[in-house]
């Protein structure tokens, strides 16, 4: 799932929560969900972070 599915699952669920018409085990279940999609989009984050910081290392040695 790309970051921005991941995001976007997360604000329905989101929205499903706020509405307050889920029962208390449906939002159990949906706030389950949303922190296994946080992690990942947490771990998304991170890679795209780690991939500039290396992009940008690769550009300094070229100009050097």
Do not use: H
């Not at 889920?22 to 296994?36: F, H, N, P, R």
């Amino acid at each position: 799932m790309t970051f921005e599915e991941s995001l976007s699952k997360l604000e329905e669920i989101s929205a499903k929560l706020s509405n307050g018409d889920c029962t208390l085990d449906e939002s159990i279940a949906l706030y389950e969900q949303a922190m296994v999609l946080s992690r990942q989009c947490t771990v998304l984050l991170e890679n795209a972070k780690l991939k500039i910081k290396e992009l940008n290392e690769i550009e300094k040695a070229d100009e050097n």
